[in-house]
Nanobody, 123 residues
Framework: QVQLRDSGGGLGQAGGSLRLSCAASGGTFSTYTMAWFRQAPGKEREFVAA????????SLADSVKGRFTISRDNAKNTVYLQMNSLKPEDTAVYYC????????????????WGQGTQVTVSS
C-alpha cells in the first residue's frame, strides 16, 4: 500500500510559478498511475493532471493546458506538478493521488491520496 506526501504549496502571484511535489513510499511507485486534483472552498474536487506509469501518456484539464505540466521520476518515487502563469482561480488545496490502473479523471478512480497542499494565488 502506497503512502503519498504532498509538498510545495504556498503563496504565489498571478503570472508566477510554483512546483508541487508528491513523494511516495510503501509501494512500487512505477506501477501506479499518478494524478493531481484540486479542491477550492465550496467546490468539488476536480481533476488537474495525470501521468501514466512510464510517463508515456499524460492528461491535463482544459483549464490548465498550456500552463501546467505533470512529470514523474520513478527513481525518486516522486511526481511533480509545475504550475506556470498562475491565476487567482488556481487557488485550492492540491492533492496527489495514485491508482494501479490507467489514467482516470475522477476522484473515485483513485485509491490513494496525499494529505493535500494549499496553493494561494494573489492577483
Amino acid at each position: 500500500q502506497v503512502q503519498l506526501r504532498d509538498s510545495g504549496g504556498g503563496l504565489g502571484q498571478a503570472g508566477g510559478s510554483l512546483r508541487l511535489s508528491c513523494a511516495a513510499s510503501g509501494g512500487t511507485f512505477s506501477t501506479y498511475t499518478m494524478a493531481w486534483f484540486r479542491q477550492a472552498p465550496g467546490k468539488e474536487r476536480e481533476f488537474v493532471a495525470a501521468i501514466s506509469r512510464s510517463s508515456y501518456d499524460t492528461s491535463l484539464a482544459d483549464s490548465v493546458k498550456g500552463r501546467f505540466t505533470i512529470s514523474r521520476d520513478n527513481a525518486k518515487n516522486t511526481v511533480y506538478l509545475q504550475m506556470n502563469s498562475l491565476k487567482p482561480e488556481d487557488t485550492a488545496v492540491y492533492y496527489c493521488a495514485a491508482r494501479g490502473q490507467g489514467i482516470g479523471i475522477y476522484p473515485y478512480h483513485y485509491n490513494y491520496w496525499g494529505q493535500g497542499t494549499q496553493v494561494t494565488v494573489s492577483s
